[in-house]
């Protein structure tokens, strides 16, 4: 069950993202079909180079670059969607997660329960009280309240961790309840690989499942620790069983590092890997249960708890005044009665309730650590090269432009230090606004000269830039081998210049380059060939809009750079 390195290049394009995709599909291996082989692919792409004859612009030194803070890199809190809206004259707003704040059955529990809790006529001294619920991860309404100045009236996170994580951040916390819906977070299996597994190795267990891993039995794949839940949970398990005496030890670490230099980039959220076993691309992966009782696709798969229980404790803040936190207690005392939690129980909550959590000896602070850890070392020991390729056509012009560089320029503070970054611009020519160097202090004042600079005009030879922007991946990868080579194209849609994607679909096959697009301001006709180009090396399209473009970049930067 070895899996190839090819293989794991492809997994780690594709589990590297959950954000708002062009397209529902994920992947479409019908594009490789025509692929050249890899030493073909690099023969023809340097024909092409030569073809397009690049232009190479001076770098211009930002000596007024400005330090970007996290709140720069964060878009207005109303981007994440109010899934229940409140009218009384006392309404509490809830930052609540996806797993029971969705639309629709069974993951829109805790709309329902607020949906009855607002029809039933409670009063607070007079007052009607009412909630209203906005969807939000856990990671992402701990990162808003710390850095945004985001202030719901009651936080319910996925697990306990992130209530710690806020209190050692310095946010008062006070918890009303333990639990409001039972959940667990757990490792899911492919039958087949489940089988292999514990005849081998036992039990299912983090050690037992990293050792497997380590030893090229099964491609584990779990998501982003800053904004999952399940990630964040999982990441402490593995610290945990690398050293139980103390999960951030320089053992630990080394070993996470050695661990993480054949695994697959974390994806940003469950819902990617849920789509991606549907697919059968991976065998072996997090998953909360509920999510997993109800994905009938994953039937074949075998789950089991692990980590901290996912009970969501509910938290109210210093902010909220005697009359909303007596509102508050009442709604917490409403979704435990016997309907509401038969109510969850029906959706694939509170399965599981002999499951004891895993005691990893970890305070707030030591949470807030691990992520430090797994930011600095989630490569493992390869580092990232990256080119950027930039639409300045005609069309970028006004809101489109402003924002591509004004997220650029907010979130490159993701980028770490050790990557390796370019920076290539279009219209219907191709300039090489800023060649690739390792991404120190003075690339950085560079590289936000270089964006600052781009100017628009001019039609859109996308494909070109493409394939300048992989020539300088292949010649930069001479001087730094074995690295995660990625190239991310902005732009606002459809190629009219230069080579037309069918021509460059066999080279971009052939290398196995994963291209991130990310559109700005899209029409439904513009997203299909960004979705194209994405899905030749099965990596995924984003669809943001130009306020929440400075969200998707800081998550994706976080997962991979």
Known sequence: MKKSKFL????????????????????????????????????????????????????????????????????????FDMMLTGNGSLNLEIAAPSEFSGKSYPDEWLVA??????????TVNG??????????????????????????????????????????????A??????????????????????????????????????????GDMVFAYTNPYTSATGMNILCSMLHAFDNENPLSDNAVDQLVQYQNNAPTAAYTT????????????????????????????????????????????????WTDEDELEAAK?????????????MATERGFNLHEDYVSEDYGMTGSDFLSAQKVWKTNKNGTRPTIAVF??????????????????????????????????????SDKVYINLPIAQFDNKQRAYFSGAVKDLDVGGQTATYDAVLVGMQMLMEKSKEVPDANMMLFVLSDGAQNAGFELKRITPIVGG???????????????????????????????????????????RNLFNVNM
């Open 8 to 79: 794991k290049g492809v997994l780690s394009a594709v589990l590297a993202l959950s954000l708002t995709a062009c397209s529902n599909n994920v992947t479409n291996n019908t594009t490789l079909n025509n692929a050249l082989s890899y030493d073909d692919a690099v023969t023809e792409l340097g024909t092409f180079y030569r073809k397009i004859n690049p232009s190479t612009v001076p770098a211009r030194l930002d000596v007024d670059m400005a330090e970007a803070s996290v709140a720069d890199s964060l878009a207005d809190i109303d981007t």
């Open 113 to 122: 329960v607020g949906q009855k809790f607002n029809k039933a006529g409670y």
């Open 127 to 172: 007052k009607s009280v009412s909630v209203s619920i906005r969807k939000i991860s856990s990671g992402e309404t701990l990162t808003y309240i710390t850095e945004g100045g985001y202030q719901p009236d009651l936080y319910i996170p996925s697990n306990e961790m992130w209530g710690e994580m806020l209190v050692a951040n310095g946010i008062k």
């Open 174 to 215: 006070n918890k009303l309840t333990d639990r409001i819906a039972g959940n667990t977070a757990g490792i899911l299996m492919s039958k087949e690989v489940y089988d292999s597994y514990t005849e081998k190795y036992g039990e299912v267990t983090m050690d037992g499942v990293l050792k497997a891993a380590i030893a």
């Open 271 to 318: 819902s990617i890997l849920k789509e991606s076993a549907s697919k059968g691309i991976i065998d072996a992966m997090v998953m909360e249960e509920q999510t997993y009782i109800n994905t009938p696709e994953l039937k074949n798969y075998v789950y089991t708890p692990a980590g901290v229980r996912h009970d969501h404790p509910v938290y109210a803040f210093p």
């Open 330 to 342: 009442m709604f917490v005392d409403f979704c435990l009665t016997s309907d509401s939690q038969s």
């Open 389 to 426: 390729v930039t639409d300045i056509s005609g069309s970028m012009n006004g809101t489109r432009i402003k924002s591509l560089k004004n997220s650029l320029l907010s979130t490159m503070q993701y980028i770490d230090s050790s990557s390796y970054i370019g920076l290539v611009s279009y």
């Open 511 to 553: 290398l196995g380059i994963s291209v991130y697009t990310i559109g700005y301001e899209m029409t439904d006709s513009d997203k299909e060939d960004l979705k194209a180009l994405s899905e030749i090396n099965e990596a995924v399209c984003i669809d943001a809009d130009t306020e929440d473009i400075v969200n998707e970049l």
